[in-house]
C-alpha cells in the first residue's frame, strides 16, 4: 500500500537549474495538490489538479509550472531554480477534496 | 492571505501529561482539520471537524470546533513517547470549496515527550 510517493526525497540546485518532482498515487484519486512548507509556516498551496488534464494556481504558483497527463501522476517543475524556492514540497491526493493522504516530502535545497 | 494562530509553537511535556493545544484565525470558518506530522514524513489527517461546538475523539485525541467558529482546540490525554511530532491545523471559510483548494494552514505546534 504505498498512497503517495514522491522522488526524489532530496536534491540540490544550482541558481537556474531546472527540475522536475514527481508524484504517484496509487489510490485513484481525482485531486491531487502540490505544497511547500518553510520554517515557521504552515504549508501553502502551489498548484492543484481536480483531474486527468486540469491544473489549477493555487496560493503560491510563481515560478513552478505542473501537469497531470496521468490520472495517478501530478509533476511539478521549477523552469530556473531561485535561492527563495529552498523549501519542502509535498504532494498530496484526495477523493473527496476535503483531506488529502500526503507524500513524504521532497527536501529542496538551491543554492 | 488568511493565517492561522497556533498556541503553543512548542512545548515539553512528561510523558502520561495530557496535552492542550489551539488554533485560532481572525475569520469565521467552517471546517477544522487536525494533523500530526512525524519527522521526516508528510502530514497525517487526525480529526476532521464540520460544525460550530462539534467534539470529536479518535483514540485518546480529542478535537473541538470553537463556538466562535475561529477557533479550534486539541486535547491529547495521557501523552505517549509516539505522539512527539508537530500537530497542524488547517481551516477553510467556503463550503463552496469543492476541491479542497482553499484550506489554510497553521503553522505548527512542536510536541516534545520526555520519559
Known amino acids: 500500500n504505498a498512497g503517495v510517493t514522491q522522488t526524489p526525497k532530496f536534491r540540490v540546485l544550482k541558481t537556474g537549474q531546472s527540475m522536475t518532482l514527481l508524484c504517484a498515487q496509487d489510490?485513484?484519486?481525482?485531486?491531487m495538490y502540490w505544497y511547500r512548507q518553510d520554517p515557521g509556516m504552515g504549508l501553502r498551496l502551489i498548484h492543484y489538479s481536480v483531474g486527468e488534464g486540469t491544473t489549477a494556481k493555487g496560493e503560491v504558483p510563481d515560478g513552478y509550472n505542473v501537469s497531470r497527463l496521468k490520472k495517478q501522476n501530478f509533476l511539478l517543475g521549477l523552469e530556473s531554480a531561485a535561492p527563495s524556492q529552498t523549501s519542502v514540497y509535498f504532494c498530496a491526493s484526495s477523493y473527496e477534496g476535503i483531506s488529502g493522504t500526503f507524500g513524504s516530502g521532497t527536501r529542496l535545497t538551491v543554492v | 492571505g488568511q493565517q492561522l494562530n497556533q498556541s503553543p509553537q512548542s512545548m515539553f511535556i512528561q510523558e502520561g501529561e495530557d496535552v492542550s493545544m489551539n488554533c485560532t484565525s481572525s475569520?469565521?470558518?467552517?471546517?477544522w482539520l487536525w494533523y500530526k506530522q512525524d519527522p521526516g514524513e508528510g502530514p497525517v489527517l487526525l480529526i476532521a471537524l464540520y460544525k460550530a461546538g462539534e467534539l470529536t475523539s479518535n483514540g485518546r485525541l480529542t478535537a473541538q470546533f470553537g463556538i466562535t467558529r475561529k477557533d479550534s482546540f486539541l486535547n491529547i490525554s495521557a501523552s505517549i513517547p509516539s505522539d512527539v511530532g508537530i500537530y497542524f491545523c488547517a481551516g477553510r471559510m467556503d463550503y463552496r470549496d469543492n476541491y479542497g483548494q482553499n484550506f489554510v494552514f497553521g503553522p505548527g505546534t512542536r510536541l516534545s515527550v520526555l520519559p
Open positions: 489510490m485513484n484519486h481525482e485531486y
Open positions: 475569520s469565521i470558518f467552517n471546517t
